[in-house]
T-cell receptor, first 114, second 113 residues
Framework: AQSVTQLGSHVSVSEGALVLLRCNYS??????LFWYVQYPNQGLQLLLK??????LVKGINGFEAEFKKSETSFHLTKPSAHMSDAAEYFC????????????FGTGTRLKVLA | DVKVTQSSRYLVKRTGEKVFLECVQD?????MFWYRQDPGLGLRLIYF???????EKGDIPEGYSVSREKKERFSLILESASTNQTSMYLC????????????FGPGTRLTVT
């Protein structure tokens, strides 16, 4: 079975500081990994995804994530936080075949301090 | 741009009422999903549909049913609403599985009193 763990339900950073949101996954087969962002009272929007190939994935709004198989991690980073980054972030995992299930983490709420 | 719309952003219903949540996507996607989102629990899959009239139960189907009579429309039905079904409901669609990301609607915040 696949699972996702997001460490830290709430993370606060100062404007201009590094953003690091952690995601660890469990999967017996090669995973496909996703990061989504949810702004208040909105649905989820894709930030980036890893399927195969390059392990460093760049997404929208200056975010990127690195797939590390040895650490079973897919942490999300942004070099410099902006006030508009305040939102909830979800990591999700699925696999290439045999399932319709996308397994979501419990989310990390990012607060950006002025 | 893919657009997924949901019939209501906010809904207040009474215990025992039958509730219909509608979702429409405009990109001819095969697959549609209904999730429930609760604080600290993330997104939990209620039902999945891979074609018209075809459905699979998700992780928490109890108390819910679904209908997909047309490819673009996927409805979630609460046969007899209960207070523990107060939640945010999210609809999503994808053109395929695995490699494809999901496209989400804005959500319906349902309150059952």
């Amino acid at each position: 079975a696949q699972s996702v763990t997001q460490l830290g339900s709430h993370v606060s950073v100062s404007e201009g500081a590094l953003v690091l949101l952690r995601c660890n996954y469990s999967s017996s087969v090669p995973p496909y990994l996703f990061w989504y962002v949810q702004y208040p009272n909105q649905g989820l929007q894709l930030l980036l995804k890893y399927t195969t190939g390059a392990t460093l994935v760049k997404g929208i709004n200056g975010f990127e994530a690195e797939f590390k198989k040895s650490e079973t991690s897919f942490h999300l980073t942004k070099p410099s936080a902006h006030m508009s980054d305040a939102a909830e972030y979800f990591c999700a995992v699925t696999r290439s075949s045999g399932t319709y299930k996308y397994i979501f983490g419990t989310g990390t709420r990012l607060k950006v301090l002025a | 741009d893919v657009k997924v719309t949901q019939s209501s952003r906010y809904l207040v219903k009474r215990t025992g009422e039958k509730v219909f949540l509608e979702c429409v996507q405009d990109m001819d996607h095969e697959n549609m999903f209904w999730y429930r989102q609760d604080p600290g629990l993330g997104l939990r899959l209620i039902y999945f549909s891979y074609d018209v009239k075809m459905k699979e139960k998700g992780d928490i189907p109890e108390g819910y049913s679904v209908s997909r009579e047309k490819k673009e429309r996927f409805s979630l039905i609460l046969e007899s609403a209960s207070t523990n079904q107060t939640s945010m409901y999210l609809c999503a669609s994808t053109p395929g599985l695995g490699i494809y990301e999901q496209y989400f609607g804005p959500g319906t915040r349902l309150t059952v009193t």
